[in-house]
């Protein structure tokens, strides 16, 4: 297994490359928790259907359980979508939520990540890409290292599976383990608020993940045009309405998350063919940008500030790496090969364990990245943040930067976020 250069030396900024707007055909399509317009958000069902009618990409979300298995699923509790009750967090995978079953037919389990990624590596999958929402009431350093773990059983991962995975990242507590334990996955800032993407994620991500409504303002097209000079990707969720759909289309963003995979594919195909389709007819061509609260100033502003809260619930917000050039690039360690991921921040001064409340456990999560057999450190460029005491015999073991004191776990304000969550305000007729 080749080390990796614990303290690599940063060199000049590379210059961004501007990204063409995209024609409508070179926009990409994104099942949200797949196909879940008609099927099980966040089952194989729903993936492969997804597939099947000609998403390009799966965006779906995990979870941890007690006992260290990784899930593919929205909630932090089981309620709302299954037979099952509670914090996932809090009940195990064997002889519990293996057990556990959808309420909406074709009733279907819980689905594993390393059974997501068995999917997404079946030959003809291989050109799916798969963002993966990680969800704020994990432990960074409990969930990344398993999700390493099972990339890492597949030959070649680090040229046929990690570059089509996509760290959809909330919180900036999220940025340091990303780099640590995926460092071959392209990492991606989901948020509400463009302020908190340029404080926090944007020498960090090479892409954001924006909801709708936002980049429906003058800020939000200003922000598509910047992220287009800089180099730096957009996508947008979540797109169920046609003229929504339209709208985003005529954005010439990476690519578009929707529950409506056939709906959003066969849009997509009578624009290329007929670009006059693009066009909103009729009356809703006038009034479409006034014809939902989400689109108006008051709304933005509400979203933004409750948005912020239910970040600050779950962790302090902090760049990890203050005062750094905004798109540094590091040289990485020569015996192994580059990774295509290049916003890396350069190096931090200060060391420090991240602040987590989990304890150890016995579990495959708390596994060593290092003593993988198939390491997929193999080809992963330099860690930016090495710790001074790190050694080169054993680079995965540095330790970032102290990040600010997090929020308690039985806070107030952390209980509020999980009922008044910024989502909620995403949908006009939440479920």
């Given amino acids: 297994m080749s080390s990796l250069n614990p303290t690599p030396t940063p060199t000049p900024a590379h210059t961004p490359t501007p990204i063409p707007h995209r024609k409508p055909g070179e926009i990409e399509c994104w099942g ?9 958000e966040n089952t194989l069902a729903s993936f492969r259907a997804a597939i099947k009618e000609g998403c390009d990409g799966i965006e779906s979300d995990v979870h941890a359980t007690s006992d260290g298995v990784v899930l593919m699923f929205h909630d932090p509790t089981l309620d709302r979508t299954t037979d099952g009750k509670g914090l ?41 890409t798969l963002n993966i929402d990680c969800k704020m009431q994990n432990d960074p350093e409990r969930l990344f290292p398993e999700m390493a773990r099972i990339i ?137 940008p006034w014809s939902s609260w989400r689109y108006y100033s008051v709304a933005h502003v509400t979203i933004r500030s409750l948005g912020g809260m239910y970040l600050k619930a779950h962790g302090q917000l902090y760049d990890p790496n203050p005062g750094s050039d905004p798109t540094p690039t590091l040289t990485p360690d020569l015996s192994a090969p580059t990774s295509s991921n290049t916003d890396t921040p350069s190096p931090s001064a200060t060391s420090g364990p991240l602040t987590t409340s989990s304890s150890p456990s016995t579990s495959p999560i708390n596994t060593p990245i290092a003593t993988l057999g198939n390491d997929i450190s193999q080809s992963a460029p330099s860690s930016p943040f090495p710790s001074s005491s790190a050694s080169a015999s054993a680079p995965l073991t540095t330790t970032p930067p102290t990040p600010p004191t997090t929020t308690t776990t039985n806070s107030t304000l952390r209980r509020l976020s999980l009922t008044i969550s910024p989502d909620f305000l995403m949908r006009e007729n939440p479920e």
């Fill in 152 to 288: 890492a059983k597949y030959p070649n991962n680090a040229q046929t599976l990690s570059p089509r995975i996509i760290l959809g990242l909330w919180h900036p507590l999220f940025i340091q383990p990303a780099y640590k334990y995926l460092p071959n996955c392209t990492r991606y800032h989901i948020g509400f608020s463009i302020p908190i993407i340029k404080s926090y994620f944007w020498k960090y991500c090479r892409g954001f993940s924006v909801c709708f409504p936002i980049l429906m303002s003058a800020e939000g097209q200003k922000f598509i045009s910047e992220c287009r000079e800089k180099g730096k990707e957009v996508t947008v969720w979540t797109v169920n309405d046609e003229n929504e759909m339209r709208t985003a289309i005529s954005w010439g963003v990476k690519a578009v998350l929707t529950d409506r995979v056939g709906k959003f594919v066969e849009l997509k195909q009578a624009i290329v063919e007929d670009a006059a389709q693009m066009k909103i007819s009729g009356l809703s061509r006038l009034t479409f």
């Fill in 32 to 40: 949200h928790r797949g196909a879940s317009a008609h099927l099980p």
């Fill in 88 to 128: 996932i967090k809090n009940q195990p995978w064997k002889g519990v939520i293996e057990n556990v079953r959808t309420v909406k037919e074709p009733i279907q389990p819980i689905p594993l990540f390393e059974e997501l990624i068995a999917l997404l590596m079946e030959p003809e999958n291989q050109h799916v």
